[in-house]
């Protein structure tokens, strides 16, 4: 399979997975967290997805297409390492639904660079909140969920926070 093919179908899988989210939490109140920007594509997705609710992004370095630059009072600049574990002191255990969506671009690597991550998401999502990530979560806390259809397992994760 070509790199273009394959960029095409993680593509596709991410939106039926941001879709099924989306659906997934209707009803559930509480802040999405967008764990990394990028050029904006996920959070432009979530946000159509999901009017009216608050979304939270964080991000180190936002640069963004300009058509997707969170709101400043919703954008969270700086190391997440330090940025979340503050942002959990108003807003601990509330979020519905927290999409991680940040990568070393090297799955070994990720584990070992954000082995800090699993225990800050726990913090913030509230009892059964959604949590969906384009790596493998390791904390008991969280419970690995089943994906929807048409996305391939091990392209995504998802999980339900106890």
Not at 26 to 44: C, I, K
């Amino acid at each position: 399979m070509s790199r273009l093919d394959s960029f095409i179908r993680r593509l596709e899988a991410q939106r039926l997975l941001l879709n099924w989210a989306a659906a997934s939490i209707a009803g559930t109140h509480g802040p999405v967290l967008e764990l990394g920007l990028g050029n904006g594509r996920t959070y432009d997705h979530l946000r159509e997805m999901l009017p009216g609710r608050d979304i939270y992004v964080f991000e180190k370095k936002p640069s963004p297409n300009p058509r997707s630059m969170p709101p400043a009072d919703r954008l969270v600049v700086g190391d997440m390492a330090e940025t979340l574990p503050i942002f959990a002191r108003d807003h601990a255990g509330t979020a519905a639904l927290i999409h991680a969506d940040v990568t070393t671009g090297v799955p070994e690597n990720d584990v070992v660079a954000f082995a800090w991550l699993p225990a800050q998401i726990v913090a913030l999502a509230r009892p059964g909140a959604l949590v969906v990530s384009g790596w493998a979560l390791t904390e008991p806390a969280l419970q690995a969920v089943s994906l929807p259809e048409g996305v391939p397992a091990g392209r995504y994760f998802a999980y339900r926070a106890g």
